[in-house]
């Protein structure tokens, strides 16, 4: 069965560094577009960054300058590293992906458990 793993959330000060991971597990052959989006309290789910299998990124304006992201295709995992942290960026973090080729059927648009982030002193 396929699915994604996130790992790396916690409670953080403000102006700390958290980095997050997701490992896709399962037999898996390829995967596409892979992400992190965040959802606070009584906010929508929102992108924080994106990178495609050719390593091209995509950053929300809010973290630009603040959070790196990054994956490795061997691993099947993508990173997100969190520096500067603010009280604003507290919220559970999910990881995407948008599709996978595995030994059965593709799937699409696939989400992680989540895990929490908490900023504050």
């Known amino acids: 069965q396929v699915q994604l793993v996130e790992s790396g959330g916690g409670l953080v000060q403000p102006g700390g560094s958290l980095r997050l991971s997701c490992a896709a597990s399962g037999i898996i052959f390829s995967i596409g577009s892979m992400g992190w989006y965040r959802q606070a309290p009584e906010n929508q789910r929102e992108l924080v960054a994106d990178?495609?299998?050719?390593?091209?990124?995509n950053y929300a304006d809010s973290v630009k300058g603040r959070f790196t992201i990054s994956r490795d295709n061997a691993k099947n995992t993508v990173y997100l590293q969190m520096n500067s942290l603010k009280p604003e960026d507290t919220a559970v973090y999910y990881c995407h992906v948008d599709r996978m080729t595995t030994n059965r059927e593709p799937l699409y648009d696939v989400w992680g458990q989540g895990t929490q982030v908490t900023v504050s002193s």
């Open positions: 990178i495609t299998r050719g390593d091209s990124t």
